[in-house]
């Protein structure tokens, strides 16, 4: 697995995209880097579960577990936040916030393990680095070739736009 910087993943992507080579890719949250792998591949570090496609083994021995424990924001911290999401909405500055925070769990099951326990719609298995799982569909493409983009929490309508355009 190699991390590969926003110009090489997006020219491989490209590449692989013009030459209809199915690929999994993952890109950090500023697309600045990423990973992708051919499809066939990528079962070597990163595992994908979607309602449509995934290849992650069905069968897989999983601990019971036996710790959970959460531990949130404080109230006060989280509260600050929400404030300052409430005062930008009001000035205007965007109409729609996802405001999140982290919540560190204690747990005795491996990343992995959570992976397979997870019952989400789409999660993600970066071997040995993160596991990661939504509910939400965020964006899909149909065998006509339409792609079909969803906002967060199904905010609004769905926008369509045709891949040959």
């Known amino acids: 697995m190699k991390i590969l910087t926003a110009d090489q993943l997006f020219g491989l992507m490209n590449e692989w995209g013009k030459q209809t080579k199915p690929f999994v890719f993952l ?22 579960k979607t309602h449509l496609h995934s290849n ?24 600050g936040g929400f404030n300052r999401v409430i005062t930008h909405i009001q000035r205007g500055d965007s109409f729609l916030l996802n405001y999140t925070q982290p919540t560190r769990v204690e747990t005795n ?22 596991t990661c799982f939504s509910p939400e569909t965020f964006v899909t493409i149909s065998n006509e070739g339409i792609i079909a983009s969803y906002p967060m ?5 769905v926008a369509t736009h045709s891949a040959e355009q």
């Open 56 to 79: 992650a083994p069905n069968v897989v021995h999983l601990s019971k577990l036996n710790m959970w424990d959460i531990h949130p924001v404080s109230f006060h911290s989280y509260y």
């Open 153 to 157: 929490k199904g905010t609004a309508g």
């Open 109 to 130: 099951l491996t990343l992995e393990e959570l992976f397979y326990t997870s019952q989400a719609r789409y999660k993600v298995h970066l071997k040995g680095v993160f």
């Open 27 to 48: 890109i950090d949250a500023f697309a600045s880097k990423g990973i992708v792998e051919e499809k066939d591949q990528s079962g070597n570090h990163i595992l994908y």
